[in-house]
């Protein structure tokens, strides 16, 4: 079964920007569709993007083009890029794998605490 390690979050000021980092190892990773996802204290988990097999992107509502999702699948990573980012950014954010066609995602990294201050 793959694993996923999340890596690249941070304290950060309101403005800046910060990439975050999913590496996969086992399974097969350009097979799967990769999300990510965060959740704030006290709020309801939220999708922020995803990428596709064939590399299309979805983002949540929110995003309103400061973030971007992006996969290397020859280093079997998927990155979240994120620019002007502001308070209510702050959150855990997770990746997330699709392991099987058709269902949620099904696995689950541990999350990389993001804080961006005012």
């Known amino acids: 079964q793959v694993q996923l390690v999340e890596s690249g979050g941070g304290l950060v000021q309101a403005g800046d920007s910060l990439r975050l980092s999913c590496a996969a190892s086992?399974?097969?990773?350009?097979?799967?569709?990769m999300d990510w996802f965060r959740r704030a204290p006290g709020k309801a988990r939220e999708f922020v993007g995803g990428?596709?097999?064939?590399?299309?992107?979805y983002y949540g509502e929110f995003v309103k083009g400061r973030f971007t999702v992006s996969r290397d699948n020859a280093k079997s990573t998927v990155y979240l890029q994120m620019h002007s980012l502001k308070p209510e950014d702050t959150a855990v954010y997770y990746c997330?794998?699709?392991?099987?066609?058709?269902?949620?995602?099904?696995?689950w990294g541990q999350g990389t605490q993001v804080t961006v201050s005012s």
């Open positions: 997330a794998a699709h392991t099987r066609v058709g269902a949620p995602a099904d696995v």
């Open positions: 086992g399974g097969t990773f350009s097979n799967y569709t």
């Open positions: 990428i596709s097999r064939s590399d299309r992107t």
